[in-house]
């Protein structure tokens, strides 16, 4: 297999996909956006917790995550694999649990910042006797006989507990308090992706990192949360942690190696062609060659026979209350292989490389997959959108001939214009015309709501999304009244500019001057009145001349127009405005599918 190409114009490339992949946003409901959101989530942990480190540090060490079901002896596994307690085994968990990372102390530098995992806080277990931590009220690890060069058996030694002062459960570090008495100290702030179980001070979830020399340099292993755990948090964080593995080793057991959960983790695996490996845990020893067997077979129907494959036997160690330790000759052939492939460098360059080749290949399976939901999203927001539109044009419609047929003209409004042709009060027409206008558009508001609202409840992209309680129709009269009013004033304004136009700034001084509010009463009653009020331009004609009467009529009408048109547009945006909160941009699709062609263009052959 090809080395990967780390030139700066391909992880230049990456980061790019990796910034459109985070401005995706799937809000709507729709069938694929479950399945888009887990996909955005999922490739940016790849992205940010494994691809980028690993090709802007290809030398850094080997990173082995392992992870399974609850109960499979995962951190039995560690612990057996490190020779002393480093993570507590048991099946029964805590509601919360702190993931364990162990790396041999000359590759301390590699996890003490963000390379990887950036969205956890480090908590360190400071190095004591020889390197081992020192457990609180114990006297630290007594050395066994040790294993040998590059994690081998040595002799089938290991480490052995010291006495009275064995290491007490690492629950005790799941306290900050507890943990910085006894010199340890975390490192980071800051918000991260990461689950809510697990979470430091500031809410932060956390990683522990212990140091051993037991393990061979370049290799560090990684004791995940149970993937099947009851708290969401921790199953998120779980994945997150295998998402930045260059080795997953998926651990299972006799019982329970048909289960689903396991298999669709290795399904995936190999979606994805990452480096794999199996462990086949807790077998007994009479039935050992029959499910290994039934096991390789499945693995083998799956396309998975290449995966190295390790068993187990059930001991009585397996058991969460005995020491946590497997004898060294269980876990031999595990170590061996991880030894090597962390040591041997083009063994350790194939094995990163597979993994990152693999995830950077699946891109383009995926990232259309996105493209396609990002641009049903947009769709679906259009189309909601164009409900909105078409009711609001319908209501603009029904607004403008209802005026031009005289529909204010009626009621209150009529009763005063006829009061006002036996010498009515002209500010009482205009209130009465005022109010008809407000309850018109009013009306047509309501209407378009109605029709709005009954769109959306058949359309299941809107099953979230509410446009009249969002825009609040209830305050919809209140805002119509303040613009119909606004309206009134600057037609009362126009009528006054033309009369002192009209009458040459004499008006006041004519015999039977002009009530100031008589031009624009009749101005409003014709532009209103529709054939109702054909004598009101006539009187309007008489009081003011008829070319000035025109005139005025003309910047009256195209005044109306205006503020009918505020009125609408103004209410139509503030049913349109949760959709505008979704951030549902038309650009989603065309980017993503661009910074794949350009990394596409970047790439060499695998």
């Known amino acids: 297999m090809a080395t990967l190409d780390v030139r700066p114009r391909l992880i230049d490339a990456l980061s790019v996909l990796r910034d459109r992949v985070d401005a995706a946003r799937f809000p709507l409901p729709l069938g694929g956006a479950a399945c888009a959101r887990r996909s955005r989530a999922e490739l940016l942990a790849q992205l940010d917790d494994y691809v980028m480190p690993r090709l802007r540090a290809p030398q850094a060490p080997l990173l082995a995550v392992i992870g399974g079901s609850t109960g499979a002896g995962k951190s039995t596994l560690v612990n057996s694999l490190v020779g002393r307690r480093v993570s507590e085994a048991g099946v029964l968990r805590p509601t919360t649990r702190t993931p364990v990372l162990v790396c041999h102390p000359d590759d301390r530098q590699w996890f003490a910042g963000r390379r990887v995992l950036p969205q956890l806080a480090r908590i360190w277990v400071p190095e004591q006797d020889g390197g081992r931590p020192e457990a609180p009220g114990g006297r630290g690890h007594r050395r066994g006989e040790a294993y040998g060069a590059g994690g081998g058996d040595g002799g089938g030694g290991g480490y052995a507990d010291g006495g009275a002062g064995g290491y007490a459960p690492y629950a005790a570090y799941e306290s900050y308090e507890v943990h910085e008495a006894y010199g340890g100290y975390r490192e980071g702030d800051g918000e991260g992706r990461g689950a809510e179980g697990a979470s430091g001070e500031s809410g932060m979830p956390t990683l522990r990192i212990e140091t051993d020399p ?86 083998q129907d799956a396309g998975l ?91 603009a419609e029904r607004v403008r001939e209802e005026v031009a047929a005289g529909e204010v003209l009626s009621g209150d409004a009529r009763a005063h214009w006829r009061d006002h042709a036996l010498g009515g009060r ?59 009013r606004h309206w009134r004033r600057c037609l009362e304004e126009l009528a006054d500019e033309e009369t002192r136009e009209a009458s040459g700034g004499l008006a006041a001084d004519r015999p039977g001057a002009v009530v100031p509010e008589e031009p624009a009463a009749l101005l409003a009653t ?81």
């Not at 005139?551 to 349109?576: F, S």
Request: hydrophobic content about 50%.
């Open 214 to 299: 037991a393990l061979p340099s370049g290799l560090a292993l990684l004791d995940a949360p149970d993937i099947d755990s009851l708290v969401a948090g921790n199953r998120e964080l779980a994945a997150e942690l295998i998402c930045a593995a260059d080795v997953w080793v998926l651990v299972t057991t006799a019982a329970r190696y048909a289960d689903a959960v396991p298999w669709h983790l290795l399904r995936t695996a190999k979606e994805y062609d990452v480096t794999l490996v199996t462990v086949l845990d807790r077998v007994p020893h009479q039935i050992a060659a029959d499910i290994s067997g039934r096991y390789a077979a499945l693995l």
């Open 526 to 606: 014709a532009l209103l009145g529709g054939r109702r009020a054909r004598t009101a331009g006539e009187s309007l004609a008489e009081l003011l001349g008829a070319q000035s009467a025109l005139r005025l009529c003309d910047r009256g009408n195209r005044l109306l127009t205006r503020h009918l048109e505020r009125a609408l547009d103004a209410e139509r945006e503030r049913r349109l405005a949760p959709l505008d909160q979704l951030s549902v941009p038309p650009e989603q699709q065309a980017e993503l599918i661009a910074a794949l062609s350009v990394l596409q263009r970047e790439k060499v052959s695998w």
């Open 426 to 484: 002209p500010d009482e027409l205009l209130d009465a015309l005022t109010h008809g206008l407000t309850a018109l558009l009013y009306c047509a508001v309501e209407q378009a709501d109605e029709r709005v609202a009954d769109a959306w409840r058949r359309d299941p992209a809107a099953a979230d999304v509410s446009p009249t309680a969002a825009a609040g129709t209830a305050g919809a009269a209140a805002r119509l009244g303040v613009v119909v």
């Open 305 to 395: 026979g290449h995966v190295p494959r390790f068993t187990i036997p059930e001991l009585p160690e397996s058991a969460g209350g005995g020491s946590g330790l497997l004898p060294a000759t269980a876990v031999a052939a595990l170590r061996d292989w991880l030894a090597r492939h962390a040591q041997d460098p083009l063994a350790r360059s194939a094995a990163a490389d597979r993994t990152a080749a693999g995830v950077i290949a699946s891109l383009r399976s995926r990232l259309p997959a996105l493209a396609g939901e990002a641009a049903a999203q947009h769709a679906a927001a259009l189309r909601l959108a164009g409900r909105v539109d078409g009711a609001y044009e319908e209501a």
